[in-house]
């Protein structure tokens, strides 16, 4: 079966870094992308960042473009989010999830397997 476990939240000031992974086993080849999505307090769950697993392409929600990496390395089937410049509206609980629907559209409609998610909470 597929795992997903997520690391690397934490406390952050404004305008600091952090870096998430998501480690993944049990995912066949066939599976096209992972992503990062978040769900803020009283707020939907959308879509950061996707990456196609076998050539690396992205996708970035408008939100976090220029701000945000999102990069993978296949050896270690660990998916690695970049954040920097974090502001207060980046705070959420931050997951990642893949699948055999996954795609750059990154939907969640097309992501099937999640991890339990790891908290960001930017605070002065």
């Known amino acids: 079966q597929v795992q997903l476990v997520e690391s690397g939240g934490g406390l952050v000031q404004p305008g600091g870094s952090l870096r998430l992974s998501c480690a993944a086993s049990g995912f066949t080849l066939d599976y096209y992308a992972i992503g990062w999505f978040r769900q803020a307090p009283g707020k939907e769950r959308e879509g950061v960042s996707c990456?196609?697993?076998?050539?690396?392409?992205?996708y970035y929600a408008d939100s976090v473009k220029g701000r945000f990496t999102i990069s993978r390395d296949n050896a270690k089937n660990t998916v690695y989010l970049h954040m920097n410049s974090l502001k207060p509206e980046d705070t959420a609980v931050y997951y990642c999830?893949?699948?055999?629907?996954?795609?750059?559209?990154?939907?969640?409609?097309?992501?099937?397997?999640w991890g339990q998610g790891t908290q960001v909470t930017v605070s002065s």
């Open positions: 990456i196609r697993i076998s050539d690396g392409s992205t």
């Open positions: 999830a893949t699948g055999p629907r996954a795609g750059l559209g990154c939907k969640m409609r097309s992501y099937d397997f």
